[in-house]
């Protein structure tokens, strides 16, 4: 009953805007010969593709591999997207949809809580269509999002640093805003050594200012952030993408 709520809700959200939103330029058809990896598949032909806009989740209450399957194995789909070229491993990224849908398979992913979404996509209703798919998968406590833990308290860095190298959401209120160089930081602590920090580079801050958000603005905040976590002293998130923050209610 769930998990069909919550596709229910993504259809209400998303469904008439996936059109307009997700549907890019055509990059071709085919069927799915075989189900390589969570957010990977490849067709008859021998293309592989990578689905755009989303990242897997590694958790143990995460199945993406199966949840892809389940959804295009065997299926005709047709391919669009911005750009078709391959990344360096010959993988065209692209959005996927089932025949006779205008619902991007990523979204799907995402209302059953097996991807999260990347914040990498420029097109604004493409993007509101992946997030609110997110969300109703959080909603619904679906997948990842049936464990707690499943976003990171920002003022638990040693839970942070677990995930290493892993695409990770976090969540806490910012408790200074500060410059070195050409690195802003988005500070969650005051001892630097261990603290989890976002990192916001110069050329990434000129982008926040275009989309009307001061970065400065963001301290004493509460936020979401989402990003690969490094450890640099404490766990660190590089922001390349100004969706990679999410403002909290509350604030």
Known sequence: MIATCSLMFLGAAAGPAAAAGCSFEPQGEGRVAAVIDARTLRLQDGREVRLAGIEPIASEKSNGLSALSAIVAGREVTLRGQDDTPDRYGRQPAF??????????????????????????????????????????RQARQGTW???????????????????????????????????????????????????????????????EAAGIGVKSLENRRIRVRGWVEARGGPRIEVLHPGQIELLRGN
């Open 96 to 137: 996927v949809f089932l025949a006779s849908s205008d619902t991007p398979v990523q979204a799907l992913l995402l209302a059953r809580g097996e991807a999260l979404v990347s914040a990498t996509v420029t097109d604004k209703d493409c993007a509101s269509i992946l997030t609110a798919a997110e969300a109703a998968g």
């Open 146 to 208: 049936a464990d707690p833990a499943a976003i990171k308290n920002a003022e638990s860095p040693g839970d942070i640093l677990a995930g290493i190298g892993r695409f990770t959401v976090v969540e806490g209120k910012v408790l200074s805003v500060r410059q070195a160089g050409a690195t802003t930081y988005l500070n969650f602590g005051r001892n630097w050594t261990r603290d989890f920090a976002v990192t916001i580079s110069r050329r990434t801050a000129s982008a926040f």
